[in-house]
């Protein structure tokens, strides 16, 4: 279990100094999955106020992609 704590403090300090950003959903607008896979989905999506399109990954919330979150 210690290495899962390690790998969320790892990736909370990576949000926490910017090196990495969390958006919230409702930030974004036209959402479609475009891919699904083992660790989480892949979702297009326009930011609100803006004409450009995205990739979002999002993650289940379990062990092993939280360690796949840290390794990308």
């Known amino acids: 279990m210690l290495a899962i704590k390690e790998s969320l ?3 909370e300090k ?3 100094d910017e090196n990495l950003n969390n958006y919230e959903y409702s930030e ?3 959402l479609k999955l475009i891919g699904e ?3 989480g989905n892949v979702i297009s999506a326009k930011w ?3 004409d450009r399109f995205f990739a ?3 993650f289940k919330n379990d ?3 939280i360690k796949e ?3 990308e």
């Open 48 to 50: 609100k106020n803006t």
């Open 37 to 39: 896979g083992s660790f």
């Open 14 to 16: 990576s949000i926490a």
């Open 56 to 58: 979002l990954k999002s």
């Open 9 to 11: 403090d790892w990736l």
């Open 69 to 71: 979150v840290v390794n």
């Open 63 to 65: 062990s092993v992609s």
């Open 28 to 30: 974004f607008k036209n």
